[in-house]
């Protein structure tokens, strides 16, 4: 095989999970290919540390530069560019995230921005219907493209840059100036939900990979690309999960956290943050299990999420709310996930065992139908969605929320309910009705489980880290003769 150089791009601690937990990256050393792995300047010599091998470089993707790019050349323009790619979708696709996501950013928007909002709504009403407007839009974009990374191009010459979005996030620079250069450019969805909740590419991409035949529907429906652009390769990131590679067993996981082996194990995972708090769901989970309300006795872990690490802002209070609130609950434990460092957050997988084995060892998993129910699903563990609003959401001004009974029509909420793989709970007496009922009937809804994870991940067997390697093995090839 002609020997191939790389580019990755990962600048989230989500990417780091999918490239380098996974067979991805060491597949395709294997097969000759050099690798140059783009990550947070911070976390470079970090991840060079935790995770160098030979044909492995690790270098910086200089996103100081990409902020002062985007704040020194027509920021308001580039501004809007990236709120029309965000929510200007098709609507041949379910755009209820979409439409959150909208709310969201227009309630950010401030001085003669705000008085801009009423005629971008309008482009965007015009791109959901007209293919036509949206290809204008993507096409339009290419205007900004930055020389950032012009010195890594001819020291490298790759021939090929892989990003872990199509230019949602500050890839988006690396892989215009990747497309300028005439250089293959490849996407992969690390997220469950990310081809219906973010939209429009924000760079020219080549071909992209993603989960599943629902992933590839939306990608076509929603965001225009052709079906010969998109791969099924399922989700390395879950790999792991399927092998049983990072479970601990389940009296090594009570010892680490002190928990009670004769009493059930409910775990709760903050998520949805963003639009809405999780202290009301906390409160009433911790209630039931502080009060034994329950059918039978219970302790509860409860997994915070990452924005919560975030300094002087509402998560970081709400997080030192709940530690407050459950100090002298000695069967309400805290979980806090861990981070690589630098800036890509607590999403980094460094605690992957310990997330792992929660999921595992639950008698009943509760979470805001965050992608952590596909996750225990795999587990196959009874599932519930808690869903309780307090009035005015985060009652913070100038902070947008969302109630949280409306998200359950977001395309990947909706096929949650609609599998039938889980319950969802709106108030204190549904999440006491259904984590009863799974407590005496455990195996419940396991077929409607396992169905879920098919049509969801595609592959089952381990597999897909390898098999998505060997597809960007396939472009190599395709695009050396």
């Not at 990962?10 to 395709?28: C, E, M, N, R, W």
């Not at 984590?435 to 195996?443: A, D, G, M, S, T």
Request: proline fraction near 5%; charged fraction near 25%; glycine fraction near 8%.
């Amino acid at each position: 095989m002609t020997k191939h150089k790389i580019f990755i791009s990962a600048d989230h601690g989500l990417a780091l999970v999918y490239f380098l937990q996974s067979d991805l990256i060491p597949t395709l050393l294997a097969n000759g290919v050099e690798v140059i792995l783009l990550t947070d300047d911070q976390a470079r010599e970090v991840v060079k540390t935790r995770f160098g091998q030979p044909g492995l470089v690790v270098d910086g993707l200089r996103l100081d530069l990409c902020h002062q790019y985007a704040n020194t050349k027509r920021m308001s323009f580039q501004n809007w560019l990236y709120y029309l790619r965000w929510v200007g979708g098709s609507n041949r696709i379910n755009t209820s995230a979409l439409d959150g996501n909208m709310g969201m950013l227009e309630n950010g928007l401030k001085g003669r921005s705000r008085l801009m909002a009423p005629f971008f709504r309008s482009l965007v009403w015009l791109m959901r219907r007209s293919r036509f407007t949206r290809r204008i839009v993507v096409n339009y974009q290419r205007r900004f493209t930055p020389t950032i990374y012009s010195d890594l191009f001819e020291k490298h010459q790759p021939d090929m840059v892989i990003a872990s979005t199509p230019g949602w996030r500050w890839d988006r620079y690396l892989l215009r100036e990747a497309a300028a250069r005439r250089i293959q450019t490849v996407s992969v969805i690390v997220g469950w939900d990310n081809p219906s909740s973010y939209s429009l590419p924000g760079a020219p991409v080549d071909k992209i990979t993603c989960w599943s035949k629902i992933q590839k529907e939306e990608l076509i429906l929603g965001s225009d690309w052709k079906p010969e652009q998109v791969n099924i390769g399922g989700i390395p990131s879950y790999d792991g999960y399927f092998r049983k590679t990072w479970l601990m067993s389940r009296a090594e996981y009570f010892k680490l956290h002190a928990l009670d082996p004769e009493r059930k194990l409910l775990s709760y995972a903050c998520s949805f943050e963003t639009f809405s708090p999780n202290f009301p769901n906390i409160a009433a989970i911790a209630e039931l299990v502080n009060n034994d309300e329950l059918g039978q006795p219970c302790q509860l872990l409860i997994r915070l999420h990452p924005n919560h690490f975030r300094p002087d802002t509402r998560f970081e209070q709400e997080a030192n709310q709940v530690r407050e609130y459950i100090r002298n609950m000695p069967n309400v434990h805290l979980v806090e996930p861990v981070s690589l460092g630098g800036g890509l957050g607590y999403y980094s997988g460094e605690d992957v065992e310990e997330k792992t084995s929660m999921m595992a060892h639950s008698d009943v998993f509760l979470t805001v139908y965050s992608t952590m129910v596909v996750e225990t699903a795999i587990h196959d563990r009874p599932i519930v969605s808690v869903c309780i609003d307090v009035p005015g959401g985060w009652n913070t001004p100038g902070v947008y929320s969302l109630p949280l009974r409306i998200i359950g029509e977001w395309p990947t909420h909706q096929r949650f309910r609609q599998a039938g793989a889980g319950r969802v709970a709106l108030s204190k007496e549904e999440l006491r009705t259904h984590i009863n009922y799974y407590l005496q009937n455990p195996e419940a809804d396991g077929e409607a489980r396992r169905r879920f994870v098919q049509e969801e991940c595609t592959y089952t067997d381990g597999s897909a880290g390898r098999r998505t390697a060997a597809y960007l093995i396939s472009l190599l090839e395709e695009g050396s003769k």
